[in-house]
Nanobody, 123 residues
């Protein structure tokens, strides 16, 4: 079992930055693929970014490439999402996710989920 807790959401103006963090508890964090998803009101949850066990490779949704960066610290059991040049369309609840299966493309199904953190980008 893995428990995930997100933090770092908030309100920011378009063009600004936010850094989301996810802390994992449980065993063998370094053997989990870690990722971020988001869900906007009235829309389905969508993949944002993921990082494999050792810190790479990383994968991103086309909509965030060049603006978002995912990173992990296996010593601290954390995975972060640095979000720059934020746009109003980035407004969503952001979820941290973990899965044991290695990924080779910008997709993960997610075995474990956090409760989410709200990100609101004003225009």
């Amino acid at each position: 079992q893995v428990q995930l807790v997100e933090s770092g959401g908030g309100l920011v103006q378009a063009g600004g930055s936010l850094r989301l963090s996810c802390v994992a508890s449980g065993r063998s964090f370094s053997r989990y693929v870690m990722g971020w998803f988001r869900q906007a009101p009235g829309k389905e949850r969508e993949f944002v970014a993921a990082v494999n066990w050792g810190g790479g490779p990383t994968y991103y949704a086309d909509s965030v490439k060049g603006r978002f960066t995912i990173s992990r610290d296996n010593a601290k059991n954390t995975v972060d999402l640095q979000m720059n040049s934020l746009k109003p369309e980035d407004t969503a609840v952001y979820f941290c996710s973990a899965q044991s299966t290695w990924i080779t493309r910008a997709h993960m199904s997610g075995d474990y989920w956090g409760q989410g953190t709200q990100v609101t980008v004003s225009s």
